[in-house]
Protein backbone atom coordinates (compact mmCIF):
# COMPACT_ATOMS: atom_id res chain seq x y z
CA UNK A 1 0.00 0.00 0.00
CA UNK A 2 1.57 3.59 -0.90
CA UNK A 3 1.38 5.68 1.85
CA UNK A 4 2.38 9.39 0.97
CA UNK A 5 2.80 10.91 4.77
CA UNK A 6 2.51 14.91 6.00
CA UNK A 7 4.66 16.95 7.65
CA UNK A 8 3.60 15.83 11.07
CA UNK A 9 1.41 18.63 13.49
CA UNK A 10 2.76 19.53 17.10
CA UNK A 11 1.97 17.67 19.52
CA UNK A 12 2.69 17.85 23.94
CA UNK A 13 -0.08 15.08 24.55
CA UNK A 14 1.77 13.16 27.59
CA UNK A 15 0.61 9.15 28.00
CA UNK A 16 -2.58 8.22 29.95
CA UNK A 17 -4.73 6.20 31.29
CA UNK A 18 -8.23 8.32 30.67
CA UNK A 19 -10.89 5.89 28.93
CA UNK A 20 -11.50 8.15 26.01
CA UNK A 21 -7.50 9.16 25.45
CA UNK A 22 -6.59 5.00 24.94
CA UNK A 23 -7.94 2.36 23.18
CA UNK A 24 -10.33 2.70 20.48
CA UNK A 25 -10.38 6.44 21.66
CA UNK A 26 -6.35 6.83 21.34
CA UNK A 27 -5.59 10.07 18.94
CA UNK A 28 -4.67 9.67 16.12
CA UNK A 29 -1.93 12.70 15.12
CA UNK A 30 -0.77 11.10 11.54
CA UNK A 31 -1.94 13.02 8.35
CA UNK A 32 -1.63 10.35 5.15
CA UNK A 33 -2.70 9.93 1.57
CA UNK A 34 -3.18 6.51 0.15
CA UNK A 35 -4.12 6.11 -3.24
CA UNK A 36 -5.43 2.71 -3.19
CA UNK A 37 -6.32 0.59 -0.54
CA UNK A 38 -5.97 -2.91 -0.44
CA UNK A 39 -8.86 -5.24 -0.26
CA UNK A 40 -8.96 -7.36 2.57
CA UNK A 41 -11.69 -9.34 2.09
CA UNK A 42 -14.72 -9.24 -0.42
CA UNK A 43 -14.79 -6.67 -3.44
CA UNK A 44 -15.17 -3.18 -3.98
CA UNK A 45 -19.24 -2.65 -5.28
CA UNK A 46 -19.46 -1.14 -8.34
CA UNK A 47 -22.22 0.64 -8.14
CA UNK A 48 -21.93 2.81 -5.40
CA UNK A 49 -19.54 5.94 -6.55
CA UNK A 50 -19.17 8.77 -3.77
CA UNK A 51 -17.20 10.03 -0.90
CA UNK A 52 -17.68 9.24 2.79
CA UNK A 53 -16.18 11.39 5.30
CA UNK A 54 -16.43 10.84 9.28
CA UNK A 55 -15.36 13.52 11.50
CA UNK A 56 -13.63 12.15 14.36
CA UNK A 57 -11.94 13.79 18.00
CA UNK A 58 -8.43 13.86 18.32
CA UNK A 59 -6.69 15.49 21.22
CA UNK A 60 -3.46 16.85 20.31
CA UNK A 61 -2.06 18.22 23.59
CA UNK A 62 -2.13 17.94 26.58
CA UNK A 63 -5.07 19.52 28.58
CA UNK A 64 -5.86 22.13 30.76
CA UNK A 65 -7.93 20.29 32.75
CA UNK A 66 -10.35 17.11 32.68
CA UNK A 67 -10.50 15.69 29.40
CA UNK A 68 -14.25 14.88 27.75
CA UNK A 69 -14.49 12.73 24.81
CA UNK A 70 -16.04 15.72 22.69
CA UNK A 71 -13.11 17.79 23.62
CA UNK A 72 -10.64 16.63 20.77
CA UNK A 73 -9.40 18.37 17.33
CA UNK A 74 -11.82 17.80 14.46
CA UNK A 75 -10.11 14.98 11.96
CA UNK A 76 -11.75 14.10 9.06
CA UNK A 77 -11.45 10.58 7.16
CA UNK A 78 -12.19 10.03 3.70
CA UNK A 79 -12.54 6.84 1.58
CA UNK A 80 -13.07 8.04 -1.82
CA UNK A 81 -15.17 4.96 -3.67
CA UNK A 82 -14.95 5.03 -7.71
CA UNK A 83 -15.04 2.38 -10.19
CA UNK A 84 -14.91 -0.26 -7.77
CA UNK A 85 -11.86 1.20 -6.23
CA UNK A 86 -11.10 3.28 -2.89
CA UNK A 87 -9.03 5.97 -1.56
CA UNK A 88 -7.80 7.24 1.57
CA UNK A 89 -7.18 10.37 3.41
CA UNK A 90 -7.30 12.20 6.64
CA UNK A 91 -6.78 15.88 7.52
CA UNK A 92 -7.53 17.84 11.09
CA UNK A 93 -9.50 20.71 10.59
CA UNK A 94 -7.52 23.96 10.63
CA UNK A 95 -9.83 25.81 12.97
CA UNK A 96 -8.50 29.16 14.44
CA UNK A 97 -7.82 27.33 17.88
CA UNK A 98 -6.21 24.26 16.12
CA UNK A 99 -3.55 26.84 14.50
CA UNK A 100 -3.35 28.67 17.20
CA UNK A 101 -2.53 25.71 19.60
CA UNK A 102 0.11 24.92 17.04
CA UNK A 103 1.56 28.16 17.49
CA UNK A 104 2.02 27.58 21.08
CA UNK A 105 2.67 24.28 20.71
CA UNK A 106 0.38 23.65 24.06
CA UNK A 107 -3.28 23.73 24.94
CA UNK A 108 -5.03 27.09 25.43
CA UNK A 109 -8.39 26.02 26.10
CA UNK A 110 -10.01 23.79 28.97
CA UNK A 111 -12.60 21.30 28.16
CA UNK A 112 -16.36 20.98 28.32
CA UNK A 113 -15.56 19.56 31.99
CA UNK A 114 -13.54 22.23 33.13
CA UNK A 115 -14.86 25.46 35.06
CA UNK A 116 -15.45 28.76 33.21
CA UNK A 117 -12.39 30.29 32.92
CA UNK A 118 -9.82 27.43 32.82
CA UNK A 119 -8.96 28.91 29.05
CA UNK A 120 -6.14 31.21 28.65
CA UNK A 121 -8.03 32.90 25.52
CA UNK A 122 -11.66 33.82 24.63
CA UNK A 123 -13.17 30.80 23.27
CA UNK A 124 -14.35 31.67 19.52
CA UNK A 125 -17.73 30.30 19.49
CA UNK A 126 -21.03 31.28 20.70
CA UNK A 127 -20.52 30.01 24.16
CA UNK A 128 -17.73 32.18 25.29
CA UNK A 129 -14.59 30.19 26.91
CA UNK A 130 -15.20 27.41 25.02
CA UNK A 131 -12.63 25.98 22.22
CA UNK A 132 -14.62 25.74 19.08
CA UNK A 133 -13.11 22.42 17.64
CA UNK A 134 -15.60 21.54 14.77
CA UNK A 135 -15.15 18.26 15.77
CA UNK A 136 -19.24 17.14 15.85
CA UNK A 137 -20.52 16.99 12.47
CA UNK A 138 -19.79 16.54 9.05
CA UNK A 139 -22.13 17.79 5.70
CA UNK A 140 -22.10 18.50 2.70
CA UNK A 141 -23.27 21.80 1.14
CA UNK A 142 -23.39 22.66 -2.53
CA UNK A 143 -19.96 20.97 -3.02
CA UNK A 144 -18.31 22.46 0.27
CA UNK A 145 -17.86 20.46 3.49
CA UNK A 146 -18.95 21.81 6.78
CA UNK A 147 -17.70 20.83 9.69
CA UNK A 148 -19.20 22.09 13.05
CA UNK A 149 -19.32 21.84 17.00
CA UNK A 150 -22.32 20.78 19.03
CA UNK A 151 -21.83 23.90 21.70
CA UNK A 152 -22.45 26.29 18.22
CA UNK A 153 -19.28 27.67 16.99
CA UNK A 154 -17.93 28.38 13.39
CA UNK A 155 -18.51 26.30 9.89
CA UNK A 156 -15.28 24.58 9.19
CA UNK A 157 -15.06 24.49 5.30
CA UNK A 158 -13.16 21.90 3.58
CA UNK A 159 -12.96 20.90 -0.01
CA UNK A 160 -14.70 17.20 0.31
CA UNK A 161 -12.49 15.64 -2.12
CA UNK A 162 -8.96 16.97 -1.32
CA UNK A 163 -9.67 17.98 2.29
CA UNK A 164 -8.17 21.14 1.73
CA UNK A 165 -9.37 24.17 4.40
CA UNK A 166 -11.33 26.60 2.62
CA UNK A 167 -11.66 28.59 6.16
CA UNK A 168 -14.49 29.25 8.27
CA UNK A 169 -17.96 30.08 6.24
CA UNK A 170 -18.38 33.59 5.65
CA UNK A 171 -22.08 33.41 6.18
CA UNK A 172 -22.45 32.14 9.81
CA UNK A 173 -24.14 34.47 12.30
CA UNK A 174 -22.43 36.21 15.68
CA UNK A 175 -24.09 33.48 18.00
CA UNK A 176 -22.46 30.75 15.66
CA UNK A 177 -24.18 27.71 14.36
CA UNK A 178 -24.81 24.25 16.19
CA UNK A 179 -23.91 20.91 14.52
CA UNK A 180 -26.50 19.27 12.43
CA UNK A 181 -27.63 21.89 9.73
CA UNK A 182 -29.70 20.06 7.19
CA UNK A 183 -29.67 19.93 3.13
CA UNK A 184 -32.39 19.78 0.77
CA UNK A 185 -30.82 18.29 -2.21
CA UNK A 186 -33.85 19.28 -4.04
CA UNK A 187 -33.50 23.15 -3.74
CA UNK A 188 -30.52 23.40 -2.70
CA UNK A 189 -30.99 25.14 0.72
CA UNK A 190 -28.87 24.77 4.31
CA UNK A 191 -31.05 24.79 7.12
CA UNK A 192 -29.36 25.30 10.29
CA UNK A 193 -30.12 26.88 13.80
CA UNK A 194 -28.14 28.17 17.04
CA UNK A 195 -28.48 28.53 20.84
CA UNK A 196 -26.87 30.77 23.08
CA UNK A 197 -27.81 31.84 26.46
CA UNK A 198 -28.96 35.39 25.59
CA UNK A 199 -32.36 36.15 24.66
CA UNK A 200 -34.39 35.13 22.33
CA UNK A 201 -31.27 32.06 23.49
CA UNK A 202 -32.00 30.39 19.62
CA UNK A 203 -32.06 31.18 15.69
CA UNK A 204 -32.97 29.85 12.87
CA UNK A 205 -31.93 30.16 9.46
CA UNK A 206 -31.52 29.18 5.51
CA UNK A 207 -28.29 29.41 3.53
CA UNK A 208 -29.30 29.49 -0.46
CA UNK A 209 -27.28 27.36 -3.07
CA UNK A 210 -25.02 30.08 -3.52
CA UNK A 211 -23.92 30.20 0.17
CA UNK A 212 -25.86 33.35 1.07
CA UNK A 213 -27.69 33.99 4.52
CA UNK A 214 -31.19 34.51 3.03
CA UNK A 215 -33.41 33.82 6.37
CA UNK A 216 -32.78 33.95 10.15
CA UNK A 217 -35.39 34.96 12.03
CA UNK A 218 -35.00 34.00 16.21
CA UNK A 219 -37.04 31.23 18.15
CA UNK A 220 -37.74 32.82 21.22
CA UNK A 221 -37.64 30.39 24.43
CA UNK A 222 -38.20 30.57 27.90
CA UNK A 223 -34.69 30.51 28.67
CA UNK A 224 -30.84 29.01 27.51
CA UNK A 225 -31.57 25.61 26.19
CA UNK A 226 -29.48 22.63 25.06
CA UNK A 227 -30.57 21.52 21.69
CA UNK A 228 -28.79 19.19 19.62
CA UNK A 229 -30.25 18.57 16.57
CA UNK A 230 -32.95 19.61 14.34
CA UNK A 231 -35.47 18.17 11.31
CA UNK A 232 -37.05 19.41 7.91
CA UNK A 233 -39.54 18.58 5.70
CA UNK A 234 -40.52 20.10 2.50
CA UNK A 235 -42.35 22.98 4.04
CA UNK A 236 -41.22 22.62 7.62
CA UNK A 237 -38.06 23.00 9.67
CA UNK A 238 -38.88 21.47 13.52
CA UNK A 239 -37.09 22.89 16.06
CA UNK A 240 -36.95 21.71 19.59
CA UNK A 241 -37.33 23.18 23.28
CA UNK A 242 -36.61 19.96 26.13
CA UNK A 243 -36.70 19.75 30.13
CA UNK A 244 -33.10 19.00 29.73
CA UNK A 245 -31.13 22.08 30.11
CA UNK A 246 -28.65 24.57 32.75
CA UNK A 247 -30.08 24.92 36.36
CA UNK A 248 -30.76 28.77 36.20
CA UNK A 249 -29.95 29.81 39.51
CA UNK A 250 -26.09 27.76 39.12
CA UNK A 251 -25.66 29.13 35.60
CA UNK A 252 -26.34 32.94 37.13
CA UNK A 253 -22.69 31.54 39.46
CA UNK A 254 -21.25 30.89 35.60
CA UNK A 255 -22.01 27.07 36.91
CA UNK A 256 -22.79 24.64 33.91
CA UNK A 257 -24.83 21.84 35.02
CA UNK A 258 -27.41 20.63 33.34
CA UNK A 259 -30.34 19.08 35.03
CA UNK A 260 -33.96 17.34 34.08
CA UNK A 261 -36.67 19.74 34.73
CA UNK A 262 -39.36 18.28 36.42
CA UNK A 263 -43.06 18.99 35.05
CA UNK A 264 -41.74 20.75 32.22
CA UNK A 265 -42.87 18.95 28.94
CA UNK A 266 -41.13 18.55 25.29
CA UNK A 267 -41.89 21.64 23.03
CA UNK A 268 -41.30 21.75 19.39
CA UNK A 269 -41.48 24.41 17.16
CA UNK A 270 -42.63 24.07 13.67
CA UNK A 271 -41.71 27.09 11.68
CA UNK A 272 -42.29 26.93 7.63
CA UNK A 273 -39.18 27.05 6.20
CA UNK A 274 -39.14 30.55 5.40
CA UNK A 275 -41.53 31.54 8.15
CA UNK A 276 -41.41 34.42 10.94
CA UNK A 277 -41.46 33.54 14.41
CA UNK A 278 -45.28 34.65 14.14
CA UNK A 279 -45.10 31.76 12.45
CA UNK A 280 -44.31 29.35 14.12
CA UNK A 281 -46.72 26.33 15.66
CA UNK A 282 -45.88 25.11 18.84
CA UNK A 283 -46.67 21.38 19.91
CA UNK A 284 -46.37 19.63 23.43
CA UNK A 285 -44.93 16.39 23.99
CA UNK A 286 -43.91 13.90 27.17
CA UNK A 287 -40.62 14.85 29.06
CA UNK A 288 -37.53 13.38 27.37
CA UNK A 289 -34.26 14.50 25.57
CA UNK A 290 -33.57 13.55 21.90
CA UNK A 291 -29.72 13.57 20.64
CA UNK A 292 -30.67 12.72 17.11
CA UNK A 293 -33.86 13.00 14.20
CA UNK A 294 -33.69 10.02 11.64
CA UNK A 295 -36.45 11.42 9.66
CA UNK A 296 -39.33 13.53 9.35
CA UNK A 297 -42.24 14.24 6.67
CA UNK A 298 -45.71 15.64 5.68
CA UNK A 299 -48.91 13.33 5.85
CA UNK A 300 -52.27 14.41 5.38
CA UNK A 301 -52.64 16.88 7.84
CA UNK A 302 -50.09 15.80 10.35
CA UNK A 303 -45.94 16.57 9.90
CA UNK A 304 -43.91 12.88 11.63
CA UNK A 305 -41.15 13.28 13.06
CA UNK A 306 -39.27 10.18 14.01
CA UNK A 307 -35.72 9.76 16.75
CA UNK A 308 -34.75 8.50 19.48
CA UNK A 309 -36.48 9.12 22.71
CA UNK A 310 -34.62 9.07 25.97
CA UNK A 311 -36.03 7.17 29.26
CA UNK A 312 -33.57 8.75 31.25
CA UNK A 313 -32.20 12.07 30.44
CA UNK A 314 -30.32 12.64 33.32
CA UNK A 315 -28.80 9.10 33.93
CA UNK A 316 -27.07 7.54 37.12
CA UNK A 317 -23.46 8.24 37.41
CA UNK A 318 -21.34 4.81 36.78
CA UNK A 319 -19.85 4.56 39.91
CA UNK A 320 -17.45 2.10 38.68
CA UNK A 321 -16.22 4.51 36.73
CA UNK A 322 -14.51 6.62 39.76
CA UNK A 323 -13.90 10.17 38.90
CA UNK A 324 -15.20 9.57 35.32
CA UNK A 325 -18.34 8.65 36.69
CA UNK A 326 -20.64 10.94 35.53
CA UNK A 327 -18.79 11.67 32.06
CA UNK A 328 -19.17 8.07 31.03
CA UNK A 329 -23.12 8.01 32.26
CA UNK A 330 -23.93 11.01 30.00
CA UNK A 331 -22.25 9.58 26.82
CA UNK A 332 -24.15 6.10 27.56
CA UNK A 333 -26.90 5.22 25.52
CA UNK A 334 -27.52 2.29 28.07
CA UNK A 335 -27.45 5.12 30.43
CA UNK A 336 -29.74 7.52 29.02
CA UNK A 337 -31.53 4.78 26.91
CA UNK A 338 -31.84 5.95 23.66
CA UNK A 339 -34.73 3.85 21.65
CA UNK A 340 -36.55 4.43 18.62
CA UNK A 341 -40.05 6.86 18.58
CA UNK A 342 -42.20 8.47 15.98
CA UNK A 343 -43.82 11.74 17.14
CA UNK A 344 -47.20 12.75 15.07
CA UNK A 345 -48.07 16.74 15.21
CA UNK A 346 -51.55 17.04 14.32
CA UNK A 347 -51.59 20.92 11.93
CA UNK A 348 -55.12 20.69 12.46
CA UNK A 349 -56.02 19.91 16.20
CA UNK A 350 -52.62 20.98 17.22
CA UNK A 351 -52.44 17.74 19.20
CA UNK A 352 -49.24 15.27 19.55
CA UNK A 353 -49.38 11.44 19.20
CA UNK A 354 -46.27 9.86 20.30
CA UNK A 355 -45.47 5.67 19.26
CA UNK A 356 -42.52 3.91 20.47
CA UNK A 357 -40.90 1.90 17.63
CA UNK A 358 -38.26 -0.27 19.12
CA UNK A 359 -37.02 -1.98 22.84
CA UNK A 360 -33.44 -2.13 21.71
CA UNK A 361 -31.52 0.74 22.79
CA UNK A 362 -29.84 2.29 19.74
CA UNK A 363 -28.95 5.77 18.33
CA UNK A 364 -26.66 6.80 15.25
CA UNK A 365 -29.22 5.75 12.84
CA UNK A 366 -29.50 6.53 9.36
CA UNK A 367 -32.03 6.57 6.47
CA UNK A 368 -32.12 5.91 2.78
CA UNK A 369 -31.02 9.51 2.06
CA UNK A 370 -33.15 9.40 -0.96
CA UNK A 371 -36.17 9.07 1.09
CA UNK A 372 -35.40 12.07 3.48
CA UNK A 373 -38.19 14.57 4.14
CA UNK A 374 -40.56 11.54 2.90
CA UNK A 375 -42.19 8.93 4.50
CA UNK A 376 -39.84 6.15 5.50
CA UNK A 377 -39.53 2.52 6.35
CA UNK A 378 -35.97 1.45 7.37
CA UNK A 379 -33.99 3.11 9.54
CA UNK A 380 -30.49 1.82 10.67
CA UNK A 381 -29.37 2.37 13.90
CA UNK A 382 -26.09 1.42 16.04
CA UNK A 383 -25.78 -0.27 19.34
CA UNK A 384 -23.34 0.46 21.49
CA UNK A 385 -21.43 -1.15 24.54
CA UNK A 386 -22.86 -0.87 27.77
CA UNK A 387 -20.93 2.07 30.15
CA UNK A 388 -18.97 3.24 26.89
CA UNK A 389 -19.50 5.65 23.51
CA UNK A 390 -18.24 2.99 20.95
CA UNK A 391 -20.34 1.14 18.77
CA UNK A 392 -20.56 -2.45 18.48
CA UNK A 393 -23.10 -3.36 15.92
CA UNK A 394 -26.17 -2.18 13.96
CA UNK A 395 -29.92 -2.87 14.05
CA UNK A 396 -32.13 -2.56 10.70
CA UNK A 397 -35.59 -1.52 11.85
CA UNK A 398 -38.33 -2.50 9.17
CA UNK A 399 -41.20 0.33 11.23
CA UNK A 400 -43.36 -1.03 9.03
CA UNK A 401 -43.55 -4.72 9.82
CA UNK A 402 -41.26 -4.30 13.23
CA UNK A 403 -38.96 -6.49 11.97
CA UNK A 404 -35.19 -5.90 13.24
CA UNK A 405 -32.18 -7.35 11.89
CA UNK A 406 -29.11 -7.42 14.37
CA UNK A 407 -25.53 -7.61 13.92
CA UNK A 408 -22.83 -7.13 16.23
CA UNK A 409 -19.34 -7.00 15.23
CA UNK A 410 -17.07 -9.27 17.00
CA UNK A 411 -15.51 -8.34 20.80
CA UNK A 412 -13.18 -5.29 21.04
CA UNK A 413 -14.07 -4.28 16.96
CA UNK A 414 -16.04 -0.53 16.70
CA UNK A 415 -17.65 0.78 14.22
CA UNK A 416 -18.51 4.56 12.74
CA UNK A 417 -21.99 6.51 12.64
CA UNK A 418 -22.36 4.50 9.13
CA UNK A 419 -24.77 6.04 6.24
CA UNK A 420 -26.78 4.18 4.11
CA UNK A 421 -25.52 4.48 0.21
CA UNK A 422 -28.23 3.33 -2.23
CA UNK A 423 -27.16 1.36 -4.85
CA UNK A 424 -27.00 2.60 -8.72
CA UNK A 425 -30.31 1.21 -9.85
CA UNK A 426 -31.73 0.47 -6.33
CA UNK A 427 -34.98 -1.28 -7.15
CA UNK A 428 -35.96 -0.73 -3.35
CA UNK A 429 -35.68 1.41 0.08
CA UNK A 430 -33.08 -0.78 1.55
CA UNK A 431 -31.28 -1.91 -1.73
CA UNK A 432 -27.99 -0.29 -0.95
CA UNK A 433 -24.81 -0.60 1.38
CA UNK A 434 -24.00 0.57 4.98
CA UNK A 435 -20.00 2.16 4.74
CA UNK A 436 -18.02 2.54 8.06
CA UNK A 437 -14.73 2.88 9.21
CA UNK A 438 -13.88 -0.03 11.98
CA UNK A 439 -11.23 0.24 14.72
CA UNK A 440 -10.02 -3.19 15.88
CA UNK A 441 -8.46 -3.30 19.31
CA UNK A 442 -7.13 -6.99 18.90
CA UNK A 443 -4.95 -5.91 16.27
CA UNK A 444 -4.12 -2.09 16.47
CA UNK A 445 -5.72 -1.68 12.90
CA UNK A 446 -8.47 0.05 11.10
CA UNK A 447 -10.31 -0.75 8.47
CA UNK A 448 -13.45 1.23 6.13
CA UNK A 449 -16.16 -1.84 5.92
CA UNK A 450 -18.88 -1.87 3.92
CA UNK A 451 -21.77 -4.41 4.98
CA UNK A 452 -25.31 -5.10 2.73
CA UNK A 453 -28.39 -2.64 4.21
CA UNK A 454 -30.60 -5.31 3.08
CA UNK A 455 -29.33 -7.95 5.08
CA UNK A 456 -27.01 -6.52 7.97
CA UNK A 457 -26.84 -9.83 9.52
CA UNK A 458 -23.91 -11.15 7.31
CA UNK A 459 -21.50 -8.73 8.62
CA UNK A 460 -19.07 -6.98 6.05
CA UNK A 461 -19.14 -7.71 2.64
CA UNK A 462 -15.91 -5.99 2.18
CA UNK A 463 -13.00 -4.73 4.13
CA UNK A 464 -10.34 -2.51 3.49
CA UNK A 465 -6.92 -1.86 5.04
CA UNK A 466 -6.28 1.51 6.56
CA UNK A 467 -2.99 2.93 7.15
CA UNK A 468 -3.73 3.42 10.67
CA UNK A 469 -5.69 3.06 13.60
CA UNK A 470 -8.22 6.13 14.05
CA UNK A 471 -9.57 7.37 16.42
CA UNK A 472 -13.69 7.04 17.36
CA UNK A 473 -15.50 10.22 17.06
CA UNK A 474 -19.34 11.05 16.10
CA UNK A 475 -20.50 11.82 13.10
CA UNK A 476 -20.53 11.32 8.89
CA UNK A 477 -22.01 11.65 5.71
CA UNK A 478 -21.26 10.54 2.23
CA UNK A 479 -21.69 12.79 -1.03
CA UNK A 480 -22.56 11.50 -4.34
CA UNK A 481 -19.74 12.05 -6.77
CA UNK A 482 -22.66 13.05 -9.36
CA UNK A 483 -23.96 15.12 -6.78
CA UNK A 484 -20.56 17.06 -6.16
CA UNK A 485 -20.30 17.59 -10.17
CA UNK A 486 -23.97 18.89 -10.11
CA UNK A 487 -22.45 21.71 -7.74
CA UNK A 488 -19.24 22.49 -9.41
CA UNK A 489 -21.44 22.68 -12.58
CA UNK A 490 -23.58 25.32 -11.05
CA UNK A 491 -20.66 27.45 -9.58
CA UNK A 492 -18.94 27.37 -13.20
CA UNK A 493 -22.11 28.74 -14.55
CA UNK A 494 -22.61 31.72 -12.02
CA UNK A 495 -19.04 32.75 -12.19
CA UNK A 496 -19.33 32.39 -15.65
CA UNK A 497 -22.13 34.37 -15.48
CA UNK A 498 -20.92 37.24 -12.85
FE1 LIG B 1 -24.94 14.70 17.13
Redesign the pocket.
Known amino acids: MQIMRHPPVKTSLEPSNHPYLTGPWTPCHEEVDVPELRVIAGAIPTDIDGIYLRNTENQVHQPLGRHHPFDGDAMIHQVNISGGKASYRNRFVRTHCFEAEQIAGRSLWGGLMDPWGTSMRPGFGAHGGLKDTGS??IIVHAGTAYATL?QCGEAWMLDPVTLGSRGKAPWVPLDGIS??PKVDEATGELMFFNYSKHAPFMHYGVVDRTGTLVHYVPIPLPGPRLP??MAVTPNWSILNDMPLFWDEELLGRNIHAARLHDGVPTRFALIPRHGSPEDIRWFEAAPTYV??WTNAWEEGDEVVLEGYHQARPMPEPLEEMGRYSHMMAYVDEHSFQSRLHRWRFNLTTGETREERLSERIVE?GMINPRYAMRESRYVWSTTTRPGWFLFNGYVRHDTETGEEQVYRLPEGVYASESPMVPRKGATSEDDGYLVTFLIDENTGTSECAILDAGDVTKGPICRLALPHKICSG??SVWVEHHQLRADAAFHARRYAAA
Do not use: E, V
Request: a negative charge; aromatic letters at 16%; charged letters at 15%.
Open positions: TDYAHHDLHFTH
